[in-house]
């Protein structure tokens, strides 16, 4: 029940198999996204699904697409479309904070840093940003500090014993520094 309230939008660019078969599994598996529905990229035919999805536009309606669907991730299916027209769709994304998924096959179109990752256990790579905000990382900052902090305090006794009996039973520096050549080739 609280899957289906707090489930994430998506909206699938494509109306190919893949689009389908992610469909289906999203609705057996109950997963928490609800497929909006199908965008089209110019290249896609009709199909059925398991249950009836609506045609929302073409891709070059993303953008008013997006503003009144309130949708949070895009699926990307059609191997067929054009790779400025991916550009887009990932500059989009990444724009305006949505995770931008496509299935492995798609990888050789973009040459970013990509994200292997699994979209409800369907192997996917999810290009675009962390959903993150500005309260949420300094929040998560201050508990990792004040976490660690208190273990630390406790734990420095042990440190130093430690870092002691390595001192007295050794005739090198408690900490290793390794020669590593660095930047420009100094050690």
């Keep these: ?32 996204f609800y497929v909006k529905g199908f965008i089209t990229s110019g290249t896609d035919g009709d199909f059925e699904c398991a249950v009836s ?9 993303l953008t008013e697409i997006a503003s009144y669907t309130e949708i949070n991730d895009i ?4 191997e067929n479309i054009d790779k400025e027209l991916l550009l887009r769709i990932l500059d989009y994304g990444i ?6 998924w496509c299935p492995p096959k798609l990888l050789s179109i973009r040459n970013i840093k990509i994200q292997p990752d699994s979209l409800c256990g369907l ?6 940003t962390q ?37 007295l039973t050794s ?5 290793y520094k390794p020669d590593a050549i660095g930047r420009h ?3």
Aim: proline share 6%; charged share 20%; aromatic share 8%.
């Design 131 to 167: 959903k993150s905000s500005w309260l949420f990382n300094p929040i998560k900052h201050g508990l990792d500090a004040l976490m660690t902090l208190p273990v630390a305090i406790l734990l420095s006794p042990v440190f130093f014993l430690i870092a002691l009996a390595v001192k």
């Design 95 to 100: 724009g305006n904070r949505l995770n931008v």
């Design 123 to 128: 192997p996917m790579i999810r290009l675009g």
């Design 185 to 187: 080739g100094n050690i």
């Design 53 to 61: 999805k609506t045609c929302l536009g073409d891709v070059n309606q």
């Design 75 to 78: 699926v990307v299916t059609e």
């Design 1 to 32: 029940w609280m899957r289906k309230i707090f489930r994430w939008e998506m909206v699938i660019i494509g109306t190919n198999e893949e689009a389908k078969q992610i469909t289906n599994y999203m609705i057996k598996n109950n997963a928490p």
């Design 171 to 175: 005739e090198g520096p408690v900490f």
